[in-house]
């Protein structure tokens, strides 16, 4: 042993090489019950980085609670089995997992606090603050202050999905490096809106990166294997698992992008998917009349990669279709032959990631236009 003692959490003691469940208390509830977020800590047997990961700040965005399930008990969420990805006799440093910060959001399928207020606006929190403030407050000090790094899950809002994506600040190599070794094709730069708590956290010393993936209120395959996986690359690559970083062939670090509008209210009708290749003027949607009669096209303004769009096809005037990032059309055919090479865009072992920096002028960065991170 190298002198790692016990992880202290409030008034409980957790030993090197075990795990705890626990809770952090925020006050009471109407009903005079104690208002709790869980809380699992995992304390290594040997010393290492403590890293946070937390899900469901918003309440209805539930991919992050399923991914740290997934993480810790693997597909059969039982503990103890060969399929758990993680275990504490087996881990330098300490994970403290959080699956579900907005308790109350989660149980009323709101993004919100039942105070109506977005937690994700008011870290680092006050003592004496406003509901919602005080779980600030208190997940601030007990556990992101605690934590060397910070990994927030998130999906977009109901009527939209967000492809698989890390959001992270590029100006901070900490975060840059965690977020690289996360392993999506994209990483968006973006320091988070203030009050986030991923900017906070960053700027308090705790360098943090977000997640988005999927849509909220539900689980989707896709979204959670990504997360687990992304996480473990994070892990092996603070080396407090054993286990190789998988990267991803290629990556894209965007800068800004461009949020495609819907050009008249009506029924919308979506020709691609998220994560595909679009040219400049191609049609990816049309919107229709109440009878079904086309009324206007929805045009890419750029050659691009589709990091976000919408699942509802109800549209007003104004109303965002897709979140598209400017890609070069060289680097569009770089991309296709790559994809089509391996045909899976994550399994290369070594270090040859085809990775670019896209700057694009005309493009809206992410911290100007952020309202739902
Ligand atoms: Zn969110």
Known sequence: MDGWGEFEFGD??????TRLETHLSIGNDPM????????????????????????????????????????VYGDDHIPGTSDDHISPEQLSGTLILVPVVNVEGMMMGTRTAPD????????????????????????????????????????????????????ADFDKSSCKKIARAFGTNVIMNSKGPKGSIRREATEAGTPAILMESGTSHRFESEAL??????????????????????????????????????????ILHTLVLGGALVSEGETIAYVTDPF????????????????????????????????????????????????????????????????????????????????TA
Request: aromatic share 4%.
């Open 225 to 266: 294997e990504c997360g687990v996986k992304g996480i473990l690359n994070v892990l092996s690559y603070l080396e407090m698992i054993e286990r190789q970083v998988i990267k991803p062939n290629w990556r894209i670090l965007v800068r800004k992008f461009r949020w495609v509008r819907a050009p008249v209210g009506g």
């Open 32 to 71: 005079g019950q104690s208002a709790d977020i869980p809380i699992q800590i995992l304390h290594g047997v040997k010393s290492g980085p403590t890293v946070a990961i937390i899900a469901a700040l918003h309440g209805d965005e539930l991919n992050g609670t399923g991914i740290i399930h997934h993480l």
């Open 12 to 17: 409980q003691k957790v030993a090197p090489g």
């Open 292 to 371: 079904g009669a086309r009324v206007d096209d929805v045009k890419s303004p750029v050659n691009g990669y589709i990091v976000g769009l919408a699942t509802t096809p109800l549209v007003r005037s104004g109303d965002p279709i897709a979140n598209i990032v400017f890609v070069r059309k060289k680097k569009i055919q770089e991309i296709l032959s790559i994809e089509s090479a391996t045909n899976n865009s994550i399994q290369n072992d070594n270090d040859s990631v085809a990775e670019e920096e896209i700057e694009d002028d005309d493009g809206s960065t992410l911290d100007e236009t952020e309202t």
């Open 116 to 167: 109506g207020r977005d937690i994700n606006r008011l870290f680092p929190g006050q003592k004496e603050g406003s509901q919602s403030s005080r779980l600030a407050y208190s997940l601030f000090k007990n556990v992101i202050k605690r934590a060397d790094y910070l990994i927030d899950l998130h999906t977009a809002p109901a009527s939209r999905m967000n492809v698989p994506q890390i959001r």
